[in-house]
């Protein structure tokens, strides 16, 4: 199997990086998919520091590979979290919803890769200029928080922008798209949606049914108006919060559906009324299958691909 | 300097200039994300050839605290 400049950089087999995706990744996801050969990421999302500490903890305890933490830049113990992940000596951190210059010193002396999520070629030149290591070039075909430009053009775009790797995430479910980002310039792929409904995803049951029972159309955009944009798959509350969206409701009024609504999703098993977060992928995506079968699958796929000519 | 700077804000954040003055907020007023603020530091830094390192964009929040910025780093 060929390795790209992402598996020395993070030492791992596979440049295949697990999305870091709020509540559903946890130890449990993350180790499974570094055990894989990939890397595994914890998401800290809101949580308080201490949380992150013992998410940190207990993936070591399940494996000995490298794997990282997701850092949501806008979360309320971002700070406590960046000191946490420097004490611990994660080995990778990828950061979302803004911008992690003043963290970076702090992580550099830990030895940490730093990884910022970027959704524009303006932050991907600033986060390569403040000393990232790599930046994720995140398509608005990604579940979640997303941005405006899609993986096809804002890839090869970032990648004429800068001069460290780049990995593509947003729409990347198997070997075809990872072929695909690798001709677009990109060293790894980021995937979200497809380990969503991996065997050692703790999502509820229902979260992953609906995944799997989506097509291609069945995810939407919501809180554009508001300049947060979120994909999650369609039931009762994006239904909800379109139509209010629509008719000028205001901020608190379009936040109160929201509000707890990615747990509904996740631990209730809420498909109405949760926020279903997956990327337009979910389409696509048939099965529930182990993380080694998914990046495996993955892997040959896209080896078979790229070494096709025509 | 504040005309230029008004004059890159506008082109920037596509508003009018008669829409920007020094104290106008970039965000609650322009309705910049954080996205438009990032092209707006790196059109900063190419007018100004200064650099902006990214932990200081956090003070760029009006037209007036650029300026101000600026002065600080020897530029008016």
């Keep these: 199997m060929k390795k790209t400049e992402i598996c020395d950089l993070f030492g791992i087999k596979y440049p295949v990086i697990q999305g870091g995706m709020a509540w559903v990744a946890e130890h449990n996801l993350a180790a499974a998919v570094s055990n894989a050969g990939g890397l595994g990421i914890i998401a800290a999302a809101n949580a308080p520091c201490e949380y992150v500490r013992d998410e940190i903890r207990k993936t070591r305890e399940m494996t000995d590979r490298p794997f990282g933490v997701n850092i949501m830049l806008l979360s309320p113990h971002a700070e406590a979290v960046a000191r946490v992940v420097a004490e611990e000596k994660v080995p990778v951190v990828t950061t979302g919803a803004g911008n992690p210059g003043i963290y970076m010193r702090q992580w550099k002396e830990a030895g940490i890769r730093v990884v910022p999520v970027v959704a524009s070629v303006a932050l991907a030149k600033l986060m390569q200029r403040a000393g990232a290591d790599a930046v994720v070039a995140e398509g608005c075909e990604s579940g979640g928080h997303i941005g405006e430009s899609t993986t096809m053009t804002l890839v090869p775009q970032v990648v004429d922008a800068v001069s460290i790797p780049v990995i593509a995430a947003g729409g990347i479910a198997d070997g075809r798209g990872f072929a695909a980002a690798r001709m677009l310039g990109a060293q790894a792929v980021q995937i979200g949606t497809r380990f969503v409904v991996s065997k050692e995803c703790i999502v509820h049951p229902r979260y992953k049914q609906q995944i799997l029972r989506a097509k291609d159309i069945d995810s939407v955009v919501t809180g554009r108006s508001g300049g947060h944009p979120v994909r999650a798959l369609r039931n009762k509350m994006t239904r909800e919060y379109l139509r209010r969206e629509q008719n000028g409701y205001s901020f608190e009024e379009l936040e109160s559906l929201t509000v707890g609504a990615l747990r509904k999703a996740v631990v209730d098993g809420d498909v109405d009324y949760g926020t279903l977060m997956a990327g337009q992928i979910a389409g696509m995506i048939e099965e529930e299958s182990t993380c080694r079968e998914i990046i495996e699958g993955i892997m040959t796929e896209a080896e078979h691909l790229l070494n096709q000519t025509w | ?76």
């Design chain 2, 1 to 76: 300097m504040l005309e230029k700077l008004i004059e890159i804000v506008a082109e920037q954040l596509h508003v009018e200039e008669s829409e920007v003055k020094p104290e106008t907020d970039f965000k609650a007023d322009l309705r910049a994300d954080s996205l438009d603020l990032f092209e707006l530091v790196m059109a900063l830094e190419e007018e100004y050839d200064v650099e902006i390192p990214t932990e200081d964009l956090e003070k760029l929040t009006t037209v007036q605290a650029v300026i101000e910025y600026l002065k600080q780093k020897g530029i008016e």
